[in-house]
């Protein structure tokens, strides 16, 4: 059974930063790609960052680069997402996701192809 649990979600002002955690099952980092994705309201979810199970390459996609980051310790069974410069439009549940496909899609797709989801963390960013 796989599963992911978010945590590190809050309140943070604008120019902030915070990271989340996704804490994972044994074994699902060596078997899935992850990725962190989010979803604001009345917004579809979309794709944030995204890490490879098989050789750490990682996709940030355009809207946070340069400001998020993901990274992967392997020996807590935990990806993060390191979020930097934070802006009121980045308010949204952050979710992380398990999935086969190449990161690239994954992170890009308009339905994440994602097979196992966390619950989700808030992230609210005040102006």
């Known amino acids: 059974q796989v599963q992911l649990v978010e945590s590190g979600g809050g309140l943070v002002q604008a120019g902030g930063s915070r990271t989340l955690s996704c804490a994972v099952s044994?074994?699902?980092?060596?078997?899935?790609?992850i990725g962190w994705f989010r979803q604001a309201p009345g917004k579809e979810r979309e794709g944030v960052s995204c890490?490879?199970?098989?050789?750490?390459?990682?996709y940030i996609v355009s809207s946070v680069k340069g400001r998020f980051t993901i990274s992967r310790d392997s020996a807590k069974n935990t990806i993060y997402l390191h979020m930097n410069n934070l802006e009121p439009e980045d308010t949204a549940v952050y979710y992380c996701?398990?999935?086969?496909?190449?990161?690239?899609?994954?992170?890009?797709?308009?339905?994440?192809?994602?097979?196992?989801w966390g619950q989700g963390t808030q992230v609210t960013v005040s102006s």
């Open positions: 044994p074994f699902t980092l060596d078997n899935y790609n």
């Open positions: 996701g398990a999935g086969f496909s190449s990161i690239y899609y994954m992170c890009d797709a308009s339905t994440p192809p994602v097979y196992y």
């Open positions: 890490i490879s199970r098989s050789d750490n390459t990682t």
